[in-house]
T-cell receptor
Framework: ELKVEQNPLFLSMQEGKNYTIYCNYS?????LYWYRQDPGKSLESLFV?????AVKQEGRLMASLDTKARLSTLHITAAVHDLSATYFC?????????????FGKGTKLSVKP | KAGVTQTPRYLIKTRGQQVTLSCSPI?????VSWYQQTPGQGLQFLFE???????NKGNFPGRFSGRQFSNSRSEMNVSTLELGDSALYLC??????????????FGSGTRLTVV
């Protein structure tokens, strides 16, 4: 069974600070997805990472993938309150009973002024 | 383009009843996957449908079933509801079965409460 571990699970940041969320997974995969979820809402796709060394940036968020280390990171630069949400990483995996996306438990981010 | 549409948005049912949830994928997308989200278990895979066939199934009891129609719309059914079935049910749409280079687009979800 593929396991996906995110840390930290809870993150309280001050506006303007930088931080990184880590996503480790247990089985070889070259596909990694990041999602954002606001309270009571659905999952919004942030990044799709499809190969080793992939790096994508959108605004204050940057995601990277190291398939050899089985690690993806989501880096937050100069956090603002609007980034407060829960962030999920999901590993692409095909054919098992866990489905095509295996999610981490999520990182609940709170950005305070 | 229209996104993934899930109906209804909210449902309250009584234990023992059954419920049917609907998901219309993005136009042109042929794969629909269903997930259950709860605070305790997180996001868990229910099943995936492609070309009207169930291609993969998660570790849920037989009370959970689904189907897909020729227009790619999908329904899931839960029979003999239990309190533990209270959850947010999300469907995800993608172009094709299996791995997606373009990601998966999720619907707004159906919030099911079993009382």
């Amino acid at each position: 069974e593929l396991k996906v571990e995110q840390n930290p699970l809870f993150l309280s940041m001050q506006e303007g600070k930088n931080y990184t969320i880590y996503c480790n997974y247990s089985t070889t995969s070259d596909r990694l997805y990041w999602y954002r979820q606001d309270p009571g809402k659905s999952l919004e796709s942030l990044f799709v990472l499809l190969s080793n060394g992939a790096v994508k940036q959108e605004g204050r968020l940057m995601a990277s993938l190291d398939t050899k280390a089985r690690l993806s990171t989501l880096h937050i630069t100069a956090a603002v309150h609007d980034l407060s949400a829960t962030y999920f990483c999901a590993v692409g995996y095909y054919g098992g009973s866990q489905g095509n996306l295996i999610f981490g438990k999520g990182t609940k981010l709170s950005v305070k002024p | 383009k229209a996104g993934v549409t899930q109906t209804p948005r909210y449902l309250i049912k009584t234990r023992g009843q059954q419920v049917t949830l609907s998901c219309s994928p993005i136009s042109g997308h042929r794969s629909v996957s269903w997930y259950q989200q709860t605070p305790g278990q997180g996001l868990q895979f229910l099943f995936e449908y492609f070309s009207e066939t169930q291609r993969n199934k998660g570790n849920f009891p037989g009370r959970f079933s689904g189907r897909q129609f020729s227009n790619s719309r999908s329904e899931m059914n839960v029979s003999t509801l239990e309190l533990g079935d209270s959850a947010l049910y999300l469907c995800a749409s993608s172009l094709r079965q299996g791995q997606s280079d373009y990601g998966y687009t999720f619907g707004s979800g159906t919030r099911l409460t079993v009382v």
